[in-house]
């Protein structure tokens, strides 16, 4: 079992302009440790969170990269693994999960975890068959727009026993706002997570929505899962950022069944599937002759 990962992403700790913009700055937060920060909001509130480790504006990508590598590489090993950003519009999730693509310095996690698979796999000396896929969506009011493929506009959530959780091509009419279909899905998130860690809920409401339906396997599933709460400095937001850090305090409580998806094949299986490929070989060596044949002699006549 393993508890999901939180970090903290944000300026927390640095001291801010008011909301009018006047020079007068406020502490909206205070870090006190690596792993620790007292919240700081109006009116003297305060609230103490811990997180397995808390970055600040200035902290480099690579030392964030650093504190997820782990998932990443134990991808290589055949385990699902995903690095999650949450936090409010304009908090940096963006900066953390990309960053500056083209710069090896200033580029964030995805294209490090790209790199790093890629780097893992060519250095791999063991007998190892990688199957490496990739898929970029987003999900936005409901619909998950495929990213790689943008007539793919309403890609379906489906699941069955082999492939788990996965999506497919399907239309959907639906008629909802995009701040309720916004709300419908952090909600969904929210009862996700509550169900998860109250201990006593008998069901988790993964389908509500399609958000919830990807992360299926994140929380509470079998993946390894890292949860960066992003968190805007300005004192004006300092209700969404204490409901951000709540998300994240209460998501620590979820464990995953992590489990590999790799399967080691003994020399006699090797020996199977080499005749079987020979004897698949032979078959479409057949089919190709009698379709060249055919061709042949339809154009004669
Ligand atoms: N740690 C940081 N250092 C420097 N700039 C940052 C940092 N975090 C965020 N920014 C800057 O703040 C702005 C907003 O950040 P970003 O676009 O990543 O937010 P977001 O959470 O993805 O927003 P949205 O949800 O609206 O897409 C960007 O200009 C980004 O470059």
Not at 271 to 294: F, P
Request: overall charge negative.
């Amino acid at each position: 079992m393993s508890s999901l990962d939180c970090i903290s992403n944000g300026t927390l700790g640095e001291l801010m302009m008011n909301d009018e913009g006047a020079s007068e700055h406020y502490r909206a937060g205070l870090t006190l440790d690596k792993t620790s920060l007292k919240f700081l909001g109006p009116e003297c509130f305060s609230n103490t969170f811990s997180f397995d480790a808390i970055f600040e504006q200035q902290d480099p990508q690579d030392r964030i990269f650093y504190d997820v590598e782990s998932i990443v590489l134990s991808v290589l090993q055949g385990f699902n693994g995903t690095i999650c950003a949450y936090g409010q519009t304009g908090s940096g999730k963006t900066h953390t999960l990309f960053g500056d693509i083209g710069s090896s310095s200033t580029r964030g996690i995805v294209p490090r975890a790209m790199a790093a698979v890629c780097t893992g796999m060519a250095s791999n000396t063991e007998d190892c068959i990688f199957s490496v896929g990739m898929s970029v969506v987003e999900i936005y009011c409901e619909k998950i727009r495929d990213l790689l493929d943008t007539s793919n506009e309403n890609l379906q959530v489906q699941q069955d026993r082999v492939r788990g959780v996965y999506l497919a091509n399907a239309h959907e009419a639906a008629v909802w706002s995009e701040a309720q279909l916004i709300n419908r899905s952090l909600s969904a998130l929210g009862n996700v997570v509550n169900a998860l860690t109250d201990g006593k809920a008998t069901h988790v409401p993964y389908r509500d929505s399609k958000l919830t339906r990807v992360l299926q396997d994140s929380l509470g599933g079998t993946a390894k899962t890292a949860l960066i709460i992003c968190c805007s400095p300005c004192m004006s937001n300092a209700s969404e950022t204490l409901s951000s850090l709540r998300f994240g305090a209460r998501a620590q409580g979820i464990t995953n069944a992590v489990q590999s998806n790799a399967c080691s094949i003994a020399g006699k299986d090797i020996a199977n599937l080499l005749v079987a490929a020979r004897k698949d070989c032979d078959d479409l060596r057949s089919q190709l002759i009698l379709l060249e044949w055919r061709k042949f002699t339809t154009s004669l006549f």
